[in-house]
């Protein structure tokens, strides 16, 4: 069982007693402990279950690498699923849950899957779910839906708030070990802005837990006086708690940096998120252990060597009272001989190479430690808890020669580089022989807009693992940083360290080597997604040899895992399956982020009314005074309706369409679009843009006109005022104005960029009312100040001058088909103009009506709107609105398209309009079917439902669609089938419902 | 992320603050043009591995669409220049060639 010693640990304070929760218990651990140690102090050494077999997992590592001890921290709107234990420091009243079980962590039910694991191979999922077809719905897919995913996501609404933080550096120097303060110093002396960043809460990494000696003193003393001269200097910044979460191109870097996690009141963010722009990156990331893959070492206590050794120095919590240690390299030894000064038991140092020669073992024999050289584990015993080892020789096959209890494992398979960093922006590795791992390959760095390298790796990320080796590359990497910044170095001389001479590890890839089938289905390569050798092995045998795809087969290194513990050893066991080197099997690909980050952090200030801002019209307020239901159109709110007291939707849409009707509507269309495109060649230009010609259009005149993209289609519609000889007012959709800004931009800079036009986007300048209904002019002339008659103003004409002594310019246009003017005031006088109008209008009942009335009244008239009518593949043609399109221009966007095939196919569905047979509103989207099916055995289609309302002026449903051939088809009656399947006949009819003649609109 | 530098405003911006327009210097076919011609200026696109000529607006800056010469594989940037052009300015496939001789994009060198 893991204990609390009663003395050591450099990292805590045992006068600060922190008390905590832990699955609903009462648990207390020391101010500098991590929620992992404080758990290890006291006894817990279950901390989780396995993804897939529900097994018991204790933790393993002792960073942010942790593939078992994931927890639930916080509670409520606070909480966050899948936290690393090692990784989570402790605070006061910290609450944390453990995940995968039920009904607890003692008593799991899952944990059969482990008796069944023999039928759960890797893809057992691909295999098992596909027979019967009928049960996927109902029994299969519900099953894998709550048995994926690790822990549970948060129920309430993110309590806290979160920033972004952008800046820009020369140099960002990732960790804060020997050799990122190495790095970050020689850089900063040279007279570099620095940014240094280290993920862990403390500075200067593995070096004083190793007990390196650094200039002659303790690591830990030069690590103090080199932070303390770095935090004097002006050009460097200091970050702890902030981890590099990924590198991206040109030098940008996201950094995650946790503020605040426990809740405070200091006002500042949970966790801030850096964005950064940097000239060189040095990531000094320093390596992570590998596990070793023998049978059942997942148990609860098998652990890495060096996180057994973190526990005991920094914590002073040993994960035993008696540990075996299991190594092909020496570094395992310093666990051995540390665990042995700390008066704790090692009954065996169990060492795969069968020579052992360098001065850590040396020393360890010397204190009087048992060495068994050329053995290996066999198997651990043991099930919530390691009970003994059964060992055996490395290059056998697993018989065993001597059993030895213990409560826990230190098992050591070598250092891997963390690599991840300087592999996202595309770094290359080599594999180094000697060490057994993928180094970057110097060589192949990730390259920046100047075509060089912009990522520099300095000590153990480099590969140089010993502290001395690792201090010489750090300082070779401030020197090529500085080369590539020509910049000068600074006085300061690089740090040596003092450390013993290491005799090379042995690769081993699977203990015994050569182990049967029933071992290698018990020795785990990845303990979070619970991928063993046997499973990595089947992949291969199935014919899943290339790594990316079995990797995706039996879900190795996915989830929070990312190859840190995972990946050299299951690309070992593939290459032994392959036949192949390992360097020819090759990684996956590293993606960010290195440890995930919170979603808060990535929205930063991003969220509620800063998510997206909402544009309002001048008459915003008083919408919303009077009970508007808003609908969102792009980034405004317009009105859909307004609610009376003790209204509904319905009653309200058609009372305000009945009103126009009949008396007289307000309607704010600020929104639409205005662009004014101006210039000598502003005739010419508009020609290209639209389908119509409007060079010919009078000044003092309206025409409306469509917009097609370069393919055809039809991408926005409005009405266009001459204003001046050189000078066209483009109305556009609402929804459509900066596209169509845009688009105009495009071409005029990029295609026609020697014609003297020139555009400006004027919708916000001014508002915008439409004045709709047959007491429309009644209810201008009591405003007065202009003529508006119809001779005066006719149809489709625009007039400027004053009402009620605003000035405003009146345009004659109609999308209802009532006499309707388009009053545009500038902007601040719009709320004047508005209410001007109600109170003159009172008698006359004049009413203001939203969107869907003005979208029925529409309909009723067979007028098209973008985005109902139109979906991106259709035409002008399609819609009837040849009329709009110009026989005498030679060309505009969209002309040469509109000639290809399958354009021009008598076949293309056309615009109609639709009548129930029984006056009922045919559903939205609804389908016309044909007779016989389709290639894919599904019914045929000969149409759709493109809009459908019921009319309160016709007291019916109407509806326009796209139909086969449609006008060549009046009369003809169509089946729309409902979504339950019962069908709705409807008879094809022209699209114009309501005034077909045009009378009511040109009075 | 690339940044790329503006050659109306000089400013070295993000790529969060530009908008891609795709492929550089294509030359219009409007009607009258035969169908291969007009299906290779709408839909067919080079899709090089290495040096590549591109279109951009400086959408959230000055509103100029500007072209860059850059290298598909190593984002390393050759150069930017002015929209108003139908192909790249002998200062640019200059300074591709220092960077890769031998290059090659549809017919240019």
New interface residues.
């Given amino acids: 069982m893991s204990i609390r010693l009663n003395s050591g640990g450099r990292r805590i304070d045992r006068d600060r007693v922190l008390r905590y929760r832990f699955n609903g218990r009462d648990m207390a651990g020391f101010a500098g402990d991590t929620l992992a140690s404080a758990l290890l102090g006291a006894g817990q050494t279950l901390m989780g279950r396995s993804f897939k077999y529900h097994r018991p997992r204790g933790v393993v590592a002792s960073g942010p690498e942790e593939p078992n001890a994931l927890m639930g921290v916080g509670e409520g709107a606070r909480f966050e699923p899948n936290q690393r234990a090692p990784a989570t420091p402790l605070h006061e009243g910290l609450v944390a849950v453990s995940q995968n079980h039920w009904p607890s962590l003692e008593r799991d039910v899952g944990a059969v899957n482990t008796a069944l694991a023999r039928f759960l191979p890797a893809g057992f999922y691909y295999k098992t779910f596909t027979w019967p077809r009928a049960f996927w719905k109902h029994v299969y897919e519900p099953f894998i839906r709550r048995s994926a995913g690790l822990g549970r996501p948060p129920e309430e609404a993110d309590a806290d708030r979160y920033e972004h933080f952008n800046i820009r550096t020369d140099v960002v120097v990732i960790g804060g070990g020997i050799a990122g303060l190495t790095a970050a110093r020689l850089a900063a002396e040279a007279g570099l802005e620095v940014l240094l960043i280290e993920q862990d809460t403390i500075w200067g990494g593995r070096a004083p837990v190793d007990g390196v000696e650094i200039d002659g003193n303790p690591a830990q003393a030069w690590v103090d006086d080199t932070v303390a001269a770095l935090a004097a200097m002006p050009n460097v910044r200091l970050r702890l708690g902030t981890m590099a979460a990924g590198i ?5 870097l996201l950094a995650y940096e946790r503020v605040a996690d426990r809740p405070d009141s200091s006002g500042a963010p949970r966790h801030r998120l850096w964005r950064v ?1 940097a000239r060189r990156i040095v990531t000094a990331t320093g390596a992570i252990e590998r596990p070793l893959s023998f049978a059942c070492n997942d148990v609860p206590g098998v652990m890495l060597a060096g996180a057994v050794r973190d526990y005991l120095v920094d914590y002073g919590v040993s994960p035993g009272d008696r540990t075996v240690i299991v190594t092909n390299n020496d570094d395992a030894y310093r666990t051995a001989i540390a665990l042995h000064r700390a008066g704790l038991s090692v009954p065996a140092i169990v060492d795969a190479r069968p020579e052992i020669a360098g001065a850590l073992p040396e020393e360890a024999r010397q204190l009087g430690l048992t060495i068994l050289p050329g053995t290996g584990i066999a198997k651990v015993k043991g099930g919530r808890q390691v009970t003994g080892v059964a060992l055996c020789q490395q290059g056998g096959d697993g018989a065993v020669t001597q059993e030895i209890a213990c409560d826990a494992v230190a098992m050591s398979g070598g250092w891997s580089p963390v690599v991840h960093l300087w592999s996202h922006c595309g770094g290359k590795l080599i594999w180094d022989a000697e060490q057994a791992h993928f180094r970057p390959d110097p060589d192949r760095a990730p ?5 060089r390298g912009f990522v520099v790796t300095a000590g153990a990320a480099s590969g140089a693992l010993r502290a001395d080796a690792a201090l010489s590359d750090a300082a070779a990497a401030a020197d090529r940083v500085l080369t590539a910044l020509d910049q000068t170095a600074g006085d300061a001389s690089p740090p040596r360290a003092d450390v013993p001479s290491e005799a090379p590890l042995a690769p081993v890839w699977m203990m015994p080597q050569r182990a049967g089938a029933d071992l290698r289905a018990k020795m785990w390569l990845d303990f979070q997604n619970d991928v063993k050798v046997s499973d990595v092995r089947l992949a291969a045998q199935e014919g899943f040899t290339s790594v990316e795809h079995a990797k995706r087969y039996t879900t190795l290194g996915m989830a929070t895992d990312q190859g840190k513990l995972s990946n050299i050893n299951g690309l070992a066991v593939l290459a032994d399956a392959r036949g192949d080197a390992i360097p020819q099997v090759g990684t996956t690909t590293f993606r960010p982020p290195y440890v995930p980050i919170s979603m808060g952090s990535i929205a930063g200030e991003a969220r509620g009314d800063l998510f997206q801002p909402i544009r309002r019209t001048p008459l915003h307020d008083w919408h919303e005074g009077q009970g508007a239901r808003w609908e969102p159109v792009g980034q405004w709110r317009r009105p859909y309706t307004y609610l009376r007291e003790g209204e509904g939707v319905k009653d309200a849409v058609n009372r305000e369409i009945l009103n126009t009707r009949s008396n007289v509507g307000l309607l704010d269309a600020s929104t639409l679009g205005k662009i004014v495109v101006k210039g000598p060649d502003a005739g010419r230009f508009l020609d290209m843009l639209y389908t119509n010609m409007m060079s010919t259009l009078k000044v003092g005149r309206c025409r409306y006109g469509l917009m097609c993209s ?2 055809g289609f039809l991408m926005d519609d409005g009405v266009v005022a001459r204003l001046s000889e050189d000078t066209f007012l483009c109305h556009t959709t609402t929804g459509g104005a900066d596209r169509i800004h ?1 688009h105009m ?2 071409w005029l ?3 026609w ?1 020697t014609w003297k036009v020139w555009i400006a986007n004027l919708t916000e300048h001014y508002a915008q009312i439409a004045v709709v209904g047959p007491k429309a002019r009644t209810l201008l002339e009591r405003l007065g100040g202009m003529d508006l008659s119809r001779d005066a103003l006719p149809f489709m004409g625009w007039a400027d001058g004053t009402l009620g002594g605003l000035p405003v310019r009146v345009y004659r246009i109609s999308f209802s088909g009532e006499l309707s003017y388009e009053i545009a005031v500038p902007a601040g006088q719009g709320r004047a103009l508005w209410d001007r109008l109600l109170s003159e209008g009172a008698d006359l009942g004049v009413m203001p009506y939203g969107t869907e009335a003005l979208h029925v009244m529409r309909a009723e008239k067979g007028f098209i709107m973008i985005g109902d009518e139109t979906d991106g593949t259709v035409i002008p043609q399609d819609l009837g609105l040849d009329w709009a399109i110009s026989k005498k221009k ?2 505009y966007l969209g ?3 509109q ?2 095939p399958h354009m021009t196919d008598p076949d293309r569905w056309t615009l109609v309009g639709l009548e129930t047979e029984s006056g009922a509103v045919l559903p939205e989207g609804a389908y016309a079917v044909a007779e016989g099916t389709n290639a894919n055995g599904q019914r045929r289609t000969q149409g759709r439902v493109t809009s459908t309302y019921y009319s309160p002026t016709l007291d019916r449903g109407i509806a326009m669609g796209l139909v086969w051939r449609g006008p060549e088809r009046l009369g003809e009656v169509l089946t729309f089938p409902k979504v339950d399947g019962t069908p709705v006949r409807a008879r094809i009819v022209s699209p114009v419902f309501y005034d077909p003649k045009g009378e009511k609109q040109d009075v | ?3 790329l530098t503006c050659p109306y405003c000089g400013v070295a911006a ?2 969060t603050e530009l ?1 891609p ?1 795709g492929e550089a210097h294509l030359t ?6 035969d ?1 291969d011609a ?1 299906a290779g200026y ?1 839909f067919h696109r080079e899709n090089p591995k290495g040096v590549h000529f591109e ?1 951009w ?1 400086h ?1 959230m800056g000055c ?3 500007f072209h860059a010469a850059r ?1 598909t594989v ?4 050759f150069g930017t220049y002015a ?2 052009v139908t192909e790249p300015p002998r200062a640019i496939r200059d300074a591709v060639s220092a ?1 890769r001789p031998g290059w090659r994009w549809r017919d240019l060198t």
């Fill in positions: 991206y191109d040109h030098g940008y722009r390259t920046g807009a100047d075509g370069e393919n845009a931009e495009e800079q990029t295609e960029w030679d060309d002309k040469r398209a000639a290809r | 992320m690339l940044i993000d790529e908008a327009g219009r076919e409007g009607p009258g043009s169908d007009f709408l279109r607006r959408a509103g100029k669409w290298c190593t984002l390393e940037v929209a108003q960077r």
